[in-house]
């Protein structure tokens, strides 16, 4: 099955500098990669989502990068605010896998200084 | 628009006992979800279901039960419950497949066993 490995576990920069999370996956064949933020007693959000014919993809501060050689992912986020501090979640879904086929990564806890 | 509301938010139960955990969303969804999320472990699927009537195994199934008798409603059922299973449970629906269309997440039931 798929493996997420998910990096760093918690990170911490200061108001207005960049934050960059990084995921890889181990099966070749994956081909959706979504991000998730979550909100101290909240359930996980949608926040980007990248396709694998599609190498990078931008929302406003935040942006998506895929490297399906390397079989890595990384969620970047610019001009970092306040309430970017969440939990964000990196997930991946083998081709082929209906309703049970996305895995998650163990999440990133992000926290914003000010 | 509620989206996906979980009840109730929070349970303490004793080892051994019983309770089921309700899972209602107002989108006209096909596909549900139960999920846990324990710390460092990111979140592991318990159950879902295609559409109504219909339910399947997730990663960890093992001390679940699940029932989709209506396609709004997804409930999950401990019928003994043991302290392994102390975690936060997320409920999330999907109007396709997870590589075609985004989870939606409620708030989570924290629920612990003594």
């Not at chain 2, 509301?5 to 969303?25: D, E, H, N, W, Y």
Request: net charge neutral.
């Amino acid at each position: 099955g798929e493996n997420v490995e998910q990096h760093p576990s918690t990170l911490s920069v200061q108001e207005g500098d960049s934050a960059v999370i990084k995921c890889t996956y181990s099966d070749s064949a994956s081909n959706y990669f979504p991000w998730y933020k979550q909100e101290l007693g909240k359930g996980p959000q949608l926040i980007i989502d990248i396709r694998s014919n599609v190498g990078e993809k931008k929302d406003q501060r935040i942006a998506v990068t895929l490297n399906k050689t390397a079989k890595h992912f990384s969620l970047h986020i610019t001009e970092t605010q306040p309430e970017d501090s969440a939990v964000y979640f990196c997930a991946a879904i083998f081709q082929g896998g209906g309703a049970d086929g996305l895995t998650f990564g163990k999440g990133t806890h992000l926290i914003i200084q000010p | 628009n509620a989206g996906v509301t979980q009840t109730p938010k929070f349970r303490v139960l004793k080892t051994g006992q019983s309770m089921t955990l309700l899972c209602a969303q107002d989108m006209n969804h096909e596909y549900m979800y139960w999920y846990r999320q324990d710390p460092g472990m990111g979140l592991r699927l318990i159950h879902y279901s295609v559409g109504e009537g219909t339910t399947a195994k997730g990663e960890v199934p093992d001390g679940y039960n699940v029932s989709r008798l209506k396609k709004q409603n997804f409930l999950l059922g401990l019928e003994s419950a043991a302290p392994s299973q102390t975690s936060v449970y997320f409920c999330a629906s999907s109007s396709g497949t997870v590589s075609n269309q985004p989870q939606h997440f409620g708030d989570g039931t924290r629920l612990s066993i003594l």
